[in-house]
């Protein structure tokens, strides 16, 4: 049988393009001989739909897009995902299904393990399925699962079944799964990892087929694949774009040694990747063209334009430059080059000026008291609104240039350079930051050697220095990804090694600065554990603070 | 037998200060002749104690805690919350617990039913208990639950199971139920009347005991209380604030009409005290004494004055007048009419200079293209960075204004108005905030009559009213209460006589100001469905708008 994987770029909410993408898909995927294509979970509504799952004129919305494919695919089965009402009188009012849609027939297979943590809230919206039935096509039966049905098979079990256990008593012939399993720079291996565990066990083939393309701060990678039953893998779809392949079951069988269609890249590359195609598609979904950040001349404004002049275009991208009296020429002159070598426009507006209007109009107020953050953080705030006066005159979205490691310990200040609307970089620590910029420059200097070299510096008083106020990225930055991503406490952090008090201060510095967090923007997704919806921290609590 | 019903103000996280809240109250409950005392739902770390659950350092100060407990209360039974380790091999990590303490020995009753909608992520932490177990204790059967564990009794059942119906099955004497049921304003109705429910289900007396106090934007507003067997409330404990009560079960027995001790008040009135409450508790619990605000002479502005006078004490709040070229005179007569009657300090900074400024450094780029939404937004961003100037020098708290309304609609600007550590008034719709002016006017005018009685303006152009931009309050907050409250769509809207173009309007400005929402401080949630952790939406999405 010729099955047709579809890893597209949904958009929540858009049924018309959503239903559009599906059925043109579908058409050629017929065209081509295919005798059934499979989509991702939830691709009519777009995945996550959050709350939207709310609202009766959603679901509807889903269920018509649903006939409507029924309608247009008459000469080809079709496998997609889709929320569906709960028809019981008791528990949630939704089930998270996998609709097969044949000759104008639908039949539901309904998830039953449902993620809720992390970025995960399933069971905010869905009742868990207990039936286990199997789909009967062209004389082959089909365990249809959705995402994290396969996914209980590790050493540390979330749920008590698995629905796999239970399908394998009617012998099917061959899995498919349908996925909404957003990107880490961790994750195509473990996925790959759970996959190939499933077939080690039940000792037949699998089809997999993911989403590609962000939604705000998620970032889907795809990756689908087929796994032989002697657990190869066949026909891996590009990670980070769109794509249609056609397999044929009977070759899932074939002991081969497949060839992999992906290749091996390192994890900075992945970031980077991943991080293009989040702005991309950012400024694609909302209608937007054009880009602007402050650029100070440092790494990360650097790293920043960079991935964004690759995801929307050189010409799309404006620096901003804002020198203060604190402002060295080199920031200013690497600043320039860094804006000239990749060819994008830049501007200039000096905030001196501004900033003694601010000094003369709080001097009945502040008086003689001494230059404080106060003072460090009218600067940052008075860029942050020529920023937004630039994105509002022009139609610009401003991008945050934040790193992961200031927002963890609030070395960044709010309604000031903490501004934008989408973070960048908000999900990688500076040392990460440091291999972007390496990895960036591998062929050819885009970013300027002087703004990798040069101590990183806010610029906010005079021979301002990160290390005055922070250890030494390389010690914080472990710290932070042990606290963060492990979730070890201070007993573990000493066990490790790491000095007592640099363990306590930097944890209580990332407790206290949680309301800073609560206010910045969405940042792109790339870690096993990022800021924003993944990481949900009370801002009252007295916890190692 | 004589038990004591403790409603308790916790702090998330501070296992010091709530362990001795605890030890103090049974010891004195104790000497008032109780055998049992009774805490609320994860009393120990506080509610909702979020991601810190994911710490094993987090869990094992849990323990200790109530180990802790168990050393000091010899000579009273504690029944107290606390989240506890699952010892299963499969499922989620925890359990959400009520620990029965008695004579050193503890005995864990498990929460089966884990709410995980709108503030609520139960799931994310906790496995669903499936055994139930009765307590024996002097001769009395008891059967203990937790908060949601009563819920599932309405004609809308979530679940289904029902852990009451399990434990009938024992034959209970009465029941003890343990809360964290956060407070809006029909919430005190709703929550009686499940309660009540269960016991005219159940037919024996109930007793249920609540959180008080807040935890960032979550308010609990206390009002646990005793039903007896005849479904009469009995010693209802006061709302918003701390309290412990003694009653004797077998009262619960004897069928008299009980005296409630509650007062029916308005939800106005309710939601005044919450909200005062609310303030008062976040900069208690974050260690701060002072206040600042933007004072525009609105009705915004002079009502979260009052409220924030009320919280912290006149003089602890400062009034900050901001005017420009476009502020009226008696705007300005006004704010400080309000500053003079509450006792408050207020100073003046003028805008007008600042704004040339930015004028005279964006000349080169903004050239002379139109008066517009850029420069609005300069002024309302001025504003920002002064009230942030003067909190970072002063140590205070910047309070948002906003209202609900302007939130929904994102009638406000991001990193201007939209400021502060706290919104006080941003789940409260402008029409309530009218209601809130006349009910803290209703003795004498505090706030300044033309301050209630002019048309709204943000004051940002010359002549500048809300209702150029948008539909009559009156209009806007009704279909905004359909549309976010009781979630209804575009159709219902219409079927209910709603004009379809105002309708669509509307909802396409909801769904499309998202991104500025997501950048808010909390807000202090008075209604079914607040901004922030309780409605979870997409920000790229394309949906009604």
Chains 1, 2 share one sequence.
Not at 399 to 426: P, Q, R, W
Request: net charge negative.
């Amino acid at each position: 049988m010729k099955i047709a994987l579809a890893q597209l770029n949904y958009h929540i909410g858009n049924f018309e393009v959503n239903t559009q993408k599906i059925i043109q898909s579908a058409t050629k995927a017929q065209s081509l001989g295919a005798e059934l294509i499979v989509f991702a979970e939830l691709a009519v509504s777009g995945y996550p739909p959050r709350d939207f799952l709310e609202f009766d004129d959603f679901i509807n919305r889903c269920a018509f897009a649903v006939s409507d494919i029924a309608d247009h695919c008459k000469d080809i089965a079709v496998i997609v995902g889709t929320p569906i009402k709960n028809p019981a009188e008791k528990g949630k009012p939704l089930f998270n299904a996998a609709a097969f849609i044949s000759n104008g027939e639908v039949q539901y297979f309904r998830k039953a393990l449902l993620p809720n943590y992390d970025v995960f809230d399933e069971y905010r919206y869905f009742e868990p399925s207990h039936e286990f039935e199997i789909l009967h096509f062209k004389g082959k039966k089909i365990a249809v699962t959705v995402c994290e049905d396969l996914w209980n098979i590790g050493n540390d079990p979330l749920y008590t079944i698995n629905p796999m256990d239970e399908l394998m008593k009617h012998q099917p012939d061959f899995m498919i799964n349908i996925a909404a399993s957003p990107f880490d720079y961790l994750q195509a291996k473990t996925r790959t990892a759970v996959l190939q565990k499933n077939v080690e066990k039940y000792k037949i083939p699998l089809i997999y087929v993911n989403h590609v393309g962000s939604q705000t701060e998620l970032l889907f990678d795809g990756g689908s694949m087929s796994i032989s039953a002697d657990n190869q893998i066949f026909n891996q779809l590009p990670f980070f774009r769109e794509d249609m392949q056609i397999i044929e079951t009977d070759s899932l069988f074939t002991p081969i040694t497949a060839i992999r269609s992906s290749i091996e890249v390192s994890e900075t590359e992945l970031i980077h990747d991943a991080l293009v195609m989040g702005i991309k598609n950012y400024f694609e979904k909302l209608g937007f063209t054009k880009a602007i950040l402050g650029l100070s001349g440092g790494i990360d404004s650097a790293v920043t334009m960079v991935l964004a002049a690759r995801a929307l275009g050189a010409e799309n991208v404006l620096g901003l430059l804002m020198p203060s009296q604190f402002s060295s020429q080199h920031s200013v002159d690497d600043a320039i080059q860094l804006a000239n070598s990749l060819g994008s426009p830049f501007k200039t507006i000096p905030i001196e000026k501004l900033y003694t209007s601010f000094e003369n109009q709080l001097e009945t107020e502040f008086k003689d008291l001494p230059f404080g953050i106060a003072e460090e953080n009218i600067q940052a705030r008075i860029r942050g609104v020529l920023l937004m006066a630039m994105s509002n005159k022009f139609g610009h979205i401003v991008l945050n240039t934040s790193n992961k490691s200031e927002a963890a310990v609030g070395y960044g200040t709010l309604y000031g350079d903490m501004n934008g609307g989408l973070s960048v970089l908000g999900d990688v620590y500076k040392t990460r930051v440091f291999e972007l910029a390496h990895f960036i420059n591998k062929d050819s200097e885009v970013i300027p050697s002087n703004t990798i070299a040069k101590p990183p510096s806010a610029e906010l008083r005079p021979n301002q220095k990160d290390s005055d106020s922070l250890p030494d990225y390389d010690i914080l930055d472990q710290i932070l990804f042990q606290y963060i991503e492990c979730r070890n406490g201070p007993k573990e952090l000493i066990a490790m090694g790491f000095e007592e008090k640099i363990v306590n201060r930097v944890l209580k510095l990332v407790n206290t600065n949680e309301y800073k967090r609560h206010q910045t923007p969405p940042i792109l997704r790339v870690t096993t554990k990022a800021f924003g919806m993944g990481r949900r921290m009370p801002i009252v609590a007295k916890y190692l603070s």
